[in-house]
């Protein structure tokens, strides 16, 4: 188990042989979880590995995941002050000061709905001049203000696309969020 400050398990960790899969821990790792939920007012999240692949897995809210590696205390802490914080998406205004055009908010609304349904991932393709970094600044200020997310990182391939989010979308938009360049 990984513990909190308080003595509180935020995490299990359901280990195999090298030979065997990972996966399958899954229901000894739902068990153990399920056990430390009734002990404690959350439920603990779930790591199964076999010392060459680790997965991830938020039981009875997301599929098992494939990662890099275990989380750090802070990681843990953010998944469980996200899961027990977060608001409906659907139901959270967008801000219209951010995103005006009716399009921009039927962007965020279908990538939110892809979020609700689990996904991992959403896709925003939009023609050039059409409004793409205030598209995904109206998305990030959503996730945001419903605490589905507390870190955001905008990938950019060039610098310009890096400095125009960073100044017209982080900096106008977002000017009460703290944002780091990494190069």
């Not at 280990?15 to 404690?40: F, N």
């Not at 938020?58 to 843990?76: C, S």
């Not at 659907?90 to 892809?114: F, K």
Request: aromatic content about 8%.
């Amino acid at each position: 188990c990984l513990y909190d400050d308080d003595g509180c398990v935020l995490a299990v960790v359901e280990c195999k042989r090298t030979a065997r899969s990972p996966r399958e821990g899954e229901e000894q790792l739902r068990l153990y979880i399920a056990r430390i939920a009734q002990q404690q007012p959350f439920a603990p999240l779930g790591f199964m590995a076999n010392g060459l692949t680790t997965w991830f897995w938020e039981v009875g809210l997301a599929h098992p995941r494939m990662v890099a590696g275990f989380f750090t205390r802070a990681d843990l802490k953010r998944l469980r002050f996200i899961r027990e914080n977060r608001q409906p998406l659907a139901e959270e205004s967008i801000n219209r000061t951010i995103v005006d055009r009716p399009y921009q908010h039927e962007a965020i609304r279908r990538d939110s709905e892809a979020f609700i349904a689990g996904k991992r991932r959403a896709l925003l393709v939009m023609a050039t001049g059409t409004g793409k970094t205030r598209t995904a600044m109206g998305l990030v200020d959503l996730f945001l203000r419903t605490s589905w997310a507390q870190k955001i990182l905008f990938v950019a391939d060039r610098d310009a696309l890096v400095e125009q989010a960073l100044n017209d979308g982080f900096k106008a938009h977002l000017h009460h969020e703290p944002r780091v360049r990494i190069h």
